[in-house]
T-cell receptor, first 114, second 112 residues
Framework: DTGVSQNPRHKITKRGQNVTFRCDPI?????LYWYRQTLGQGPEFLTY????????KSRLLSDRFSAERPKGSFSTLEIQRTEQGDSAMYLC????????????FGQGTRLTVV | RKEVEQDPGPFNVPEGATVAFNCTYS??????FFWYRQDCRKEPKLLMS???SGNEDGRFTAQLNRASQYISLLIRDSKLSDSATYLC?????????????FGTGTRLTVIP
């Protein structure tokens, strides 16, 4: 499968624990996006990478959230000291360099904080 | 004002009906436009791009009005399998900023 891959697909964690999600984009895509989606809402932007550079972070991304893309390939999103409000679907998408092209999404990681 | 606005619906239509969704965007610098489809608890998937001249793909027709900053999606002869949430997405040219903006989605249910 050469699409966007996210792991794990589901994560249940206790409040206060740290979690890390991984995203492997389509190999020739240099742009990578993280979004968060809750029920009944569209995806909300969290952060954006162009190659290894994190070019933008949403104000939704509190100090407890950090994202990396160390070699410009896969990316990780870590949430420290999780809260119940962090429960959501975390979606990763990638797109090619040309600004006109669409983004392709992974299947997401569904996080439940109990 | 939100970057992209959509009527969240829900739209409940009988099989065979024609249904139209609208979307407006606030930034005139927006460059390209898409409709994505999202099934319940699944990831969004590209349905179609929206071109300035309008474009059609089978039962689906997308149109763009740059002057009014308005995008539409028309679905003819609705099928049960069309039931999903339809997300309007705009892509704004920019090398150093997030340039994909999503609407909240319009939920469609096609009823037998």
């Amino acid at each position: 499968d050469t699409g966007v891959s996210q792991n794990p697909r589901h994560k249940i964690t206790k409040r206060g624990q740290n979690v890390t999600f991984r995203c492997d984009p389509i190999s020739e895509h240099n742009r990578l996006y993280w979004y968060r989606q809750t029920l009944g809402q569209g995806p909300e932007f969290l952060t954006y990478f162009q190659n290894e550079a994190q070019l933008e972070k949403s104000r939704l991304l509190s100090d407890r959230f950090s994202a990396e893309r160390p070699k410009g390939s896969f990316s990780t999103l870590e949430i420290q000291r999780t809260e119940q409000g962090d429960s959501a679907m975390y979606l990763c998408a990638s797109s090619a360099r040309t600004d006109q092209t669409e983004a392709f999404f992974g299947q997401g990681t569904r996080l439940t904080v109990v | 004002r939100k970057e992209v606005e959509q009527d969240p619906g829900p739209f409940n239509v009988p099989e065979g009906a024609t249904v139209a969704f609208n979307c407006t965007y606030s930034n005139s610098a927006s460059q390209s436009f898409f409709w994505y489809r999202q099934d319940c608890r699944k990831e969004p998937k590209l349905l179609m791009s929206v071109y300035s001249s309008g474009n059609e793909d089978g039962r689906f027709t997308a149109q763009l009005n740059r002057a009014s900053q308005y995008i539409s999606l028309l679905i003819r002869d609705s099928k049960l399998s069309d039931s999903a949430t339809y997300l309007c997405v705009v892509n704004r040219l920019g090398t150093g900023a997030n340039n994909l903006f999503f609407g909240t989605g319009t939920r469609l249910t096609v009823i037998p």
